[in-house]
């Protein structure tokens, strides 16, 4: 159902919020502006990651692929306080920067740099700009699919316990077999002597052959009642129209008729 779906999406959303270290509304808001740019979900989740930590290693150490690339496009790893900025305003400055590019293989070797494997993947999606990703972002929260953290949290609780629910009802069924085996099996083995036993069969044959003719001739033995009782109601029924009509010669030949058979 839909309401299933969305509880799903929800505790799966929370989950995944905690591997990645992004709250639950950047993460409801980048996955929507990814759609509409034609990113796939797993693509998004993997350069984030990796995005993660691109800017924790560049904020530790300002060496590395990473910190060069932030370098050469002019976006710092970190706040004014030192701490790493959160990805999606990181995720602003990028788009900004790649919008403004001209595609090409160093712009493919900075969405690397920055996020892996899964820049390649990311361009269509930077190439909005900064403007667009905020539209698309303000887009989510209008249409109301923007899961906040305490939201997302109940999701996954609730996910939770109907795995708990499915687990309980599984074990009833397990007691339940567990208990039948030995009955089951005792069945079985009783079949298979039973089925192997050739004088059993044969007088289980006969009365089953016996039990068919006899209903044979009982179908035999009834159907001719029936046939006879509708011939001789449909004589009387001639014999009572041609008596209705006048027809005193023909209602007597009928009914004559309808006696001697």
Known sequence: ???????TRAGDMYELSQALGVTVEDLSRMTYAAELSGVQIEGLEKAIKKLS??????????????????????????????NVRPVIDVMGDLADRFSKMPGGAEKTALAIRVFGKAGNDMIPMLNEGRDGLQQMYDEA???????????????????DELTRLNAAKDGVITKITTGMLPALRSLAGALIKTSQDSRTMAVI??????????LVTVAVLVGAAFIGVARDIGTAA????????????????????????
């Open 1 to 7: 159902t839909a309401m299933a779906g969305v509880i």
């Open 53 to 82: 930590v691109s800017l924790f290693d560049a904020s530790q150490s300002g060496t590395g692929p990473a910190a060069n690339a932030f370098r050469m496009l002019g976006i710092s790893a970190v706040d004014a306080e030192g």
């Open 141 to 159: 929260q209008r249409l109301g699919i923007v899961l906040d953290t305490e939201t997302a949290a109940s999701a996954e609780a609730l996910g």
């Open 205 to 214: 044959g006969q009365a089953l052959g016996w039990t068919l003719r006899a």
């Open 238 to 261: 001639v014999a009572a129209y041609k008596w209705v009509q006048q027809d005193f010669a023909g209602a007597a030949v009928y009914a004559a008729r309808g006696f001697g058979e």
